[in-house]
């Protein structure tokens, strides 16, 4: 059962072979983590499980609608054996017993006048296709959600990374101030003062670990890999870089803080080309699914006008018929040939309402297609507002953590020979700490509005050429390849 299952999973993540945007797009960020519990769910997602049995289940409806406009062929046959008789001795009656036993061909065939049995089995075609559409939209949706909740993840772990940080400094912090309180440099309500930090920052830790355990469970359950397996994939380094630099570990609460490189800890997307926007339109998973299940509602209205018209049934017999009693056997055959004709006189107005109801039915589903073009629209123009958003704000949160940097190192200086009260130190710190915050932040949106780009195209996206700059940048990627052959 698990290989059947597989099989039919391949099917599907194997559509489009040639169109090399729809396969394995999150590969192009690089995360090792992404990829690994990406693979994990396509195999073992029961959504999408449950998207492919949906397909299964239209395939078989489709066969079966193919089925009914060939002739269909059956063998009918009985055995019987009884006896008859008196029961008295004087009655005369002779008990006799007979066996009986006939078998024979049978042959029935619908002739199509009017195109009843086609316009049935377009529509069945047609809800194969939109069915497997949204078993390639829920592939799509499956795989957005892991790389969202990866890239979720790895934020939440470098602040948890940045708590550790400002716990260890104030740790730090409130031990100089008792001793300067043993001494008399200091007012008892400045050791308060610094405890009570030390408490608030150790709360939000504990607040930030939950958020963080939240997302691994959201992990676990999209890809089926234990927690664990989790944790240690996304602890590992993003990207392309082989391993954290040193620098971002302190020494000594004392040691300068180096501010961290967003990239390292968060993947930075590679460029996209979006294809043309009728391209998109009409491979996006959605607007195909809604697009073909109007098609079979449109079939639906045919099939619902021929009920309406006479039906021409060809039925064929050909029996044989043996019998035996008092010893004797005797046999014959015997056949039938002609032809049926079946059409409604008076039903009441329910042919008619069929007929309504199946135009009702197609203008839902028109209706439903308008709104999905609508929606993809909109989508891929949030997304690209969204990754243009980002992009502008990794620049700017780089220059507030660079300059946030120096001033915390130059107050630290000061701190300790005594020329600034802790609380400046302290405000300079909690600015420090937005600024990176502020800048993995960026790195998490510019990342995730990538992933919400690939999503809202319906994955009808390619690497875009570093060569290619404003309106040729947004070509697909096979009249890309055809340019870069001129």
């Given at each position: 059962?698990?290989?059947?299952?597989?099989?039919?999973?391949?099917?599907?993540?194997?559509?489009?072979?040639?169109?090399?945007?729809?396969?394995?797009?999150?590969?192009?960020?690089?995360?090792?983590?992404?990829?690994?519990?990406?693979?994990?769910?396509?195999?073992?997602?029961?959504?999408?499980?449950?998207?492919?049995?949906?397909?299964?289940?239209?395939?078989?409806?489709?066969?079966?609608?193919?089925?009914?406009?060939?002739?269909?062929?059956?063998?009918?046959?009985?055995?019987?054996?009884?006896?008859?008789?008196?029961?008295?001795?004087?009655?005369?009656?002779?008990?006799?017993?007979?066996?009986?036993?006939?078998?024979?061909?049978?042959?029935?065939?619908?002739?199509?006048?009017?195109?009843?049995?086609?316009?049935?089995?377009?529509?069945?075609?047609?809800?194969?296709?939109?069915?497997?559409?949204?078993?390639?939209?829920?592939?799509?949706?499956?795989?957005?959600?892991?790389?969202?909740?990866?890239?979720?993840?790895?934020a939440c772990h470098f602040s948890l990374t940045v708590g550790d940080?400002?716990?260890?400094?104030?740790?730090?912090?409130?031990?100089?101030?008792?001793?300067?309180?043993?001494?008399?440099?200091?007012?008892?309500?400045?050791?308060?003062?610094?405890?009570?930090?030390?408490?608030?920052?150790?709360?939000?830790?504990?607040?930030?670990?939950?958020?963080?355990?939240?997302?691994?469970?959201?992990?676990?359950?999209?890809?089926?890999?234990?927690?664990?397996v989790v944790r240690t994939l996304v602890t590992a380094p993003a990207?392309?870089?082989?391993?954290?630099?040193?620098?971002?570990?302190?020494?000594?609460?004392?040691?300068?803080?180096?501010?961290?490189?967003?990239?390292?800890?968060?993947?930075?997307?590679?460029?996209?080309?979006?294809?043309?926007?009728?391209?998109?339109?009409?491979?996006?998973?959605?607007?195909?699914?809604?697009?073909?299940?109007?098609?079979?509602?449109?079939?639906?209205?045919?099939?619902?006008?021929?009920?309406?018209?006479?039906?021409?049934?060809?039925?064929?017999?050909?029996?044989?018929?043996?019998?035996?009693?008092?010893?004797?056997?005797?046999?014959?055959?015997?056949?039938?040939?002609?032809?049926?004709?079946?059409?409604?006189?008076?039903?009441?107005?329910?042919?008619?309402?069929?007929?309504?109801?199946?135009?009702?039915?197609?203008?839902?589903?028109?209706?439903?297609?308008?709104?999905a073009v609508r929606t993809a629209t909109r989508d891929v123009e949030?997304?690209?507002?969204?990754?243009?958003?980002?992009?502008?704000?990794?620049?700017?949160?780089?220059?507030?953590?660079?300059?946030?940097?120096?001033?915390?190192?130059?107050?630290?200086?000061?701190?300790?020979?005594?020329?600034?009260?802790?609380?400046?130190?302290?405000?300079?710190?909690?600015?420090?700490?937005?600024?990176?915050?502020?800048?993995?932040?960026?790195?998490?949106?510019?990342?995730?509005?990538?992933?919400?780009?690939?999503?809202?195209?319906?994955?009808?996206?390619?690497?875009?050429?570093?060569?290619?700059?404003?309106?040729?940048?947004?070509?697909?990627?096979?009249?890309?390849?055809?340019?870069?052959?001129?």
């Open positions: 059962m698990a290989s059947a299952w597989d099989n039919g999973a391949r099917s599907v993540l194997a559509a489009d072979a040639g169109d090399t945007a729809q396969q394995a797009w999150w590969r192009r960020l690089g995360d090792p983590a992404i990829d690994a519990l990406a693979e994990a769910a396509l195999v073992d997602s029961p959504t999408l499980g449950q998207a492919i049995a949906r397909i299964d289940q239209a395939r078989a409806a489709a066969r079966v609608s193919d089925a009914q406009r060939l002739p269909q062929i059956s063998v009918d046959g009985s055995v019987t054996r009884a006896r008859t008789g008196g029961t008295q001795a004087d009655s005369g009656a002779v008990p006799t017993t007979q066996s009986s036993a006939t078998l024979g061909p049978g042959l029935s065939w619908e002739f199509d006048l009017w195109g009843r049995l086609k316009e049935t089995a377009r529509a069945a075609d047609g809800r194969l296709d939109a069915r497997t559409a949204d078993a390639e939209q829920t592939r799509l949706s499956l795989t957005v959600q892991i790389a969202d909740a990866v890239l979720r993840l790895r940080r400002d716990i260890a400094a104030r740790q730090l912090e409130l031990a100089v101030m008792r001793e300067r309180l043993l001494r008399g440099n200091v007012a008892p309500v400045e050791a308060a003062n610094a405890a009570s930090n030390l408490a608030t920052a150790r709360t939000d830790r504990f607040s930030q670990q939950d958020l963080c355990a939240r997302i691994v469970n959201e992990l676990v359950a999209l890809s089926g890999r234990a927690a664990s990207g392309k870089t082989a391993a954290l630099p040193p620098t971002l570990e302190r020494k000594s609460p004392l040691a300068p803080i180096a501010p961290v490189d967003a990239d390292m800890i968060i993947p930075a997307p590679p460029p996209l080309a979006l294809a043309l926007p009728a391209n998109i339109l009409l491979g996006h998973p959605i607007v195909v699914a809604a697009e073909r299940e109007a098609a079979a509602r449109w079939a639906e209205i045919g099939v619902a006008r021929a009920d309406r018209l006479p039906r021409i049934d060809l039925a064929g017999l050909l029996t044989g018929n043996w019998i035996r009693t008092l010893g004797s056997t005797s046999g014959f055959n015997s056949w039938s040939a002609g032809a049926e004709l079946t059409a409604p006189l008076f039903d009441g107005g329910a042919g008619a309402a069929n007929i309504r109801g199946a135009q009702a039915r197609y203008r839902e589903a028109v209706e439903t297609l308008r709104d949030d997304a690209l507002a969204g990754q243009e958003s980002a992009q502008q704000r990794i620049t700017t949160s780089r220059e507030a953590v660079e300059a946030a940097h120096v001033a915390l190192r130059a107050n630290e200086a000061r701190w300790r020979a005594g020329a600034i009260s802790m609380f400046e130190l302290e405000d300079t710190r909690r600015q420090f700490n937005a600024a990176q915050e502020a800048a993995i932040a960026a790195a998490r949106d510019r990342a995730q509005a990538w992933v919400a780009l690939v999503r809202a195209a319906g994955g009808r996206v390619g690497l875009q050429s570093a060569a290619l700059t404003g309106p040729d940048a947004l070509i697909s990627p096979s009249d890309q390849g055809s340019a870069q052959q001129k």
